[in-house]
């Protein structure tokens, strides 16, 4: 999966846990992206059996999107505070590096993040 279908999981899981009800306005709304682009990828997010999409519009994580936006989420929270902590950036700064970081880290590396935060 590419940094984009990342973020469009993460958002939607975001957006699931904050309003309830996620539509791919909301979606577009979120990320700043034109609903024809967001369209496009709901589409190829459906395809790959990480969404579905109701009959009223509605998106949904598929058991197999829900691991992976955890996953994601995850990833983003740990390096936001880990950044914050240990270089000591302010958190908007930490924010933005832990969100392209988290989609290029190794697993290893993440996990030993993980083990020095004592996250594990």
Do not use: W
């Not at 990320?31 to 682009?37: C, E, G, V, Y």
């Not at 392209?100 to 996990?111: A, G, L, N, P, R």
């Amino acid at each position: 999966m590419y940094e984009s279908g990342e973020n469009y999981l993460e958002t939607i899981l975001m957006l699931k846990e904050k309003r309830g009800i996620v539509r791919s306005i909301d979606i577009a709304r979120a990320l700043n992206f034109s609903k024809p682009s967001v369209s496009r990828a709901v589409g190829i997010l459906r395809e790959d059996g990480y969404i579905t999409v109701e009959t009223g519009g509605e998106i949904e994580l598929t058991e197999k999107g829900q691991k992976k936006a955890a996953g994601i989420y995850e990833r983003h929270q740990l390096l936001t505070e880990f950044l914050q902590k240990v270089s000591g950036v302010n958190p908007q700064t930490a924010e933005e590096d832990a969100c392209k970081m988290e989609h290029i880290i190794s697993d290893d590396t993440f996990q030993g993040i993980k083990r020095f935060m004592n996250r594990q």
